[in-house]
Antibody, heavy 119, light 113 residues
Framework: QVQLQESGPGLVKPSEALSLTCIVSGGSISSHYWSWIRQPPGKGLEWLGY???????NYNPSLKSRVTMSVDTSKNQFSLNLSSATAADTAVYYC?????????????WGQGTLVTVSS | DIVMTQSPDSLAVSLGERATINCKSSQSVLYSSNNNDYLAWYQQKPGQPPKLLIY???TRESGVPDRFSGSGSGTDFTLTISSLQAEDVAVYYCQQYYSTLYTFGQGTKLEIK
């Protein structure tokens, strides 16, 4: 059974970088596409982008140049870096696996981690 | 961006009754070359991540009860719960993956009447 687990600081200061890691267990990261999705408190879901194990990426243009994703196949994990964080980036951040049938369907999700941007 | 709009925003249904949630996309998510609609439905219970229910608009994910069904094509889609159970209380989201800028609907909160 594939499992995903997000980790990273729960509190980030404004203007600093928000960095999270997702560890994949029960399956190899060297297949499928791996996405980050966030959900502000009490609001809906926003897809941030995906990365393939080769390092190929596709980001949501709404984040402009602030987002970077990376993958470490030796550790079976992938990461999110969101620069210049603001209060608007406060959200639960989920990592998710792109499904076999399409990278844009998400069949396995982490439990999510709340990141608060505040001084 | 493809904008996904769900209706209603909230819905209260009696146990055992049918629940219907609608989703409309701002452009067609039907890919003509394979005749597939690039539309998924998710269920999110409080404090939990979303759970995939339906993909290709009408294909149930493994393990999802058959009281959940998806229908529609092009720009208009429906998620139906044929006989509401207490454990179905949740927020439901539709999502398109036709465009590689994946987008979700705003969610529909389903409660027991």
């Amino acid at each position: 059974q594939v499992q995903l687990q997000e980790s990273g600081p729960g509190l980030v200061k404004p203007s600093e970088a928000l960095s999270l890691t997702c560890i994949v267990s029960g399956g190899s990261i060297s297949s499928h596409y791996w996405s980050w999705i966030r959900q502000p408190p009490g609001k809906g879901l926003e897809w941030l982008g995906y990365i393939y194990y080769t390092g190929s990426t596709n980001y949501n243009p709404s984040l402009k140049s602030r987002v970077t994703m990376s993958v470490d196949t030796s550790k079976n994990q992938f990461s999110l870096n969101l620069s210049s964080a603001t209060a608007a980036d406060t959200a639960v951040y989920y990592c998710a696996r792109g499904a076999d049938w399409n990278p844009g369907g998400f069949d396995y999700w982490g439990q999510g981690t709340l990141v608060t941007v505040s001084s | 961006d493809i904008v996904m709009t769900q209706s209603p925003d909230s819905l209260a249904v009696s146990l055992g009754e049918r629940a219907t949630i609608n989703c409309k996309s701002s452009q067609s998510v039907l890919y003509s070359s394979n005749n597939n609609d690039y539309l998924a439905w998710y269920q999110q219970k409080p404090g939990q991540p979303p759970k995939l229910l339906i993909y290709w608009a009408s294909t149930r994910e493994s393990g999802v009860p058959d009281r959940f069904s998806g229908s529609g094509s092009g720009t208009d889609f429906t998620l139906t719960i044929s006989s509401l159970q207490a454990e179905d209380v949740a927020v439901y989201y539709c999502q398109q993956y036709y465009s590689t800028l994946y987008t979700f609907g705003q969610g529909t909160k389903l409660e027991i009447k």
